[in-house]
């Protein structure tokens, strides 16, 4: 499970298979008495911010550009109080780091005919402390995906992502599925192993459960030689959702628990390849005791845009 996903914000594309398209997606998270392993130390919790933006442009009636911009903020404690004589200049004075990253979507939306259709995105990202900012702080990764439209209902999606990290190279296969009731009341959205959703609708509020697999790393900049942070994360939650302005808004709180992984290493301590869940030559030396998971609590409000024609189509089926 050590690299399970870079994923968290591929899933927009990953789901256009709907009849929608999500323009703005914020959210804010908190996570409750994690731990670390090893001696006994104080409870501390992480706090994530999230905002992503995309804007696609039609070309033509069979092209479409995708642009948009993705920004996370994590406030972690990479060490424990006490460890104090590890801390570097990059953290603060309490043993927390702010790791940001912020990546630029650029790409190309195609539809060939009534059965196929394709995504392909470039995503150049700049992840770290944002102290010091150099070269060793940018990243650059992708991909693409291949829809085939099974039934009115039920579409699936193949695809494949790659990225280079601080901790090396990295690649996973997309596997997935997107359907929606004829009523439109029950929806799935599968995007393995990426991200999953299952969701029921009645009225004006929607009760699922989702999935989030998320991998990432972050440049730390200190006076001392630099390190990163490796981060695995995997989510599981529960949530309500109040659907505001004809279903334009959304307005979602989560409960659920999260692995809450960072791992600290030295810059250019790296693995030789990561495929999906398997790491290939890990020998490297962890700086930290790992973190352990804890239960979590999320907001996020999503401004949707329904796709003129399938909107209609559900509203009638309703």
């Known amino acids: 499970m050590k690299h399970f996903l870079i994923a968290l914000l591929l899933v927009p594309f990953f789901g256009s298979a709907q009849s929608y398209v999500d323009l703005l997606k914020l959210g804010y998270g908190r996570t409750f008495n994690n731990e670390f392993e ?34 996370n903020r994590n406030h972690v404690q990479l060490f424990p109080d006490n460890d104090i004589e590890l801390f570097r200049p ?28 394709s995504t392909i995105v470039l995503l150049p990202k700049l992840a770290s402390d944002y102290k010091n900012i150099s070269g060793d702080d940018f990243y650059f990764g992708g991909f693409a995906v291949l829809k085939m439209q099974k039934t009115e209902q039920l579409k ?9 990290e601080a901790f090396g190279f990295f690649t996973t296969p997309i596997i997935g599925w997107y359907y929606l009731s004829p009523n439109g009341q029950f929806e799935m959205d599968m995007s393995l192993p990426v991200a999953a959703d299952i969701n029921y609708t009645s009225g004006a509020f929607t009760y699922g ?3 989030y697999g998320i991998g990432r790393s972050f440049n730390i900049n ?15 939650a529960a949530y309500f959702q109040y659907n505001a302005f004809e279903k334009s808004v959304l307005l979602r709180a989560k409960i659920g628990y999260s692995t809450n992984d960072y791992e600290v290493y030295l810059q250019g301590d790296k693995i030789d390849l990561g495929v999906s869940a398997f790491s290939f030559g890990d ?7 790992t973190i352990k998971g804890s239960p979590f609590v999320k907001f996020e409000a999503i401004y949707r845009f329904d796709i003129p024609g399938n909107s209609e189509k ?3 089926n309703e």
């Open 222 to 236: 200190s006076d001392d030689g630099n390190t990163y942070v490796d981060l695995s994360t995997l989510d599981f």
């Open 38 to 71: 090893g001696p006994r130390s104080p409870d501390t919790f992480i706090t994530t911010l999230e905002a992503d933006f995309t804007v696609p442009v039609v070309l033509n009636e069979k092209h479409a550009l995708i642009t948009g911009l993705s920004f």
């Open 209 to 211: 459960l989702d999935y």
């Open 156 to 164: 699936y999606r193949f695809g494949i992502y790659a990225s280079g």
């Open 283 to 289: 020998n490297r030396e962890q700086l930290n005791p």
């Open 314 to 316: 559900k509203e009638n």
């Open 90 to 117: 990059g953290y603060d004075a309490d043993g927390f780091a702010t790791l940001i990253s912020t990546t630029l979507k650029l790409g190309v939306a195609s539809t060939f005919d009534s059965t196929w259709s």
